[in-house]
């Protein structure tokens, strides 16, 4: 890049790489590239390598690039809930369930996901399996005649 470009390649670019290997399949070449950068990886190859683990379903190379996550983002979710996930796809109940387990006792915390929908040009957010808004039962009942539309 340097003698092609003139470009100094970043943490962006060898994580591009990372990403380009791994979703070709090729895990193994992309940890290589990666013990063979000149400087440190950082979370965004780590986080390169495990999403390429996760549309693959590798567990094993999935739990390498995870532990080096955690080790750069101690306080993140993101290694456990994707190593579930992984886990989770492969039928690994066992070892997602050890996930989780072992995101609760680092004190992690996964945030939750909200949603918002428009009624009547008012903005309602509510959370899954949400009773406690005042209109519950109608964008319940919304989304119900929707799906069933469809």
Not at 44 to 66: F, H, T
Not at 113 to 127: A, L, M, Y
Request: glycine fraction near 8%.
């Amino acid at each position: 890049m340097i003698d092609v470009h003139g470009i100094i390649p970043r943490a962006e670019h060898y994580a591009c790489v990372v990403d380009m290997l791994g979703r070709a399949g090729l895990l193994n070449e992309a940890k290589t590239f990666i013990e063979g950068l000149p400087i440190k990886p950082d979370v965004l190859v780590w986080q390169a390598l495990l999403g390429a683990c996760g549309i693959l379903g590798d567990s094993e190379m999935g739990k390498y690039a995870a532990d080096q996550l955690v080790l750069e983002t101690p306080e993140s979710p993101v290694p456990y809930i994707s190593m579930a996930n992984i886990y989770s796809s492969r039928g690994k109940w066992k070892e997602r369930a050890s996930t989780i387990k072992r995101m609760k006792e680092m004190g992690v915390v996964k945030e939750t996901g909200t949603s918002w929908i428009e009624i009547e040009k008012k903005i309602h957010s509510f959370v899954v399996q949400d009773r406690m808004h005042p209109q519950a039962e109608s964008y319940t009942g919304f989304w119900r005649s929707y799906l069933d539309s469809c």
